[in-house]
């Protein structure tokens, strides 16, 4: 069982930066390929980021390629993405998310965090 719980959330000018954490109950975080999703108003869930579980290989969007880094504290268990560079369409829910899997998507989650708003004014 593993518990992810979103933080860091708010309100930024198009060209700013921010830091959301995923904090993770359990001892088993580092096992779980971690990643990032978003849902914008009216839209489906997308894929963001994800990392692998000891952090050596990520995966990037290409709407956020070059803008966003995902990377993880196993000793702390927690995820980060370091957003930098927001634009409007960044506005959305993201959601924290793990799976036990070498890929991660939509159909391969197993936990899902509550998520967190991002909305970013131009």
């Known amino acids: 069982q593993l518990q992810l719980v979103e933080s860091g959330g708010g309100l930024v000018q198009a060209g700013g930066s921010l830091r959301l954490s995923c904090a993770a109950s359990g001892r088993t975080f580092s096992s779980y390929t971690m990643g990032w999703f978003r849902q914008a108003p009216g839209k489906e869930r997308e894929l963001v980021a994800t990392?692998?579980?000891?952090?050596?290989?990520?995966y990037y969007a290409d709407f956020v390629k070059g803008r966003f880094t995902i990377s993880r504290d196993n000793a702390k268990n927690t995820l980060y993405p370091e957003m930098n560079n927001l634009k409007s369409e960044d506005t959305a829910v993201y959601y924290c998310?793990?799976?036990?899997?070498?890929?991660?998507?939509?159909?391969?989650?197993?936990?899902w965090g509550q998520g967190t708003q991002v909305t970013v004014s131009s």
């Open positions: 990392i692998t579980p000891r952090g050596g290989s990520t």
């Open positions: 998310a793990a799976g036990r899997v070498a890929v991660l998507t939509g159909a391969t989650v197993n936990y």
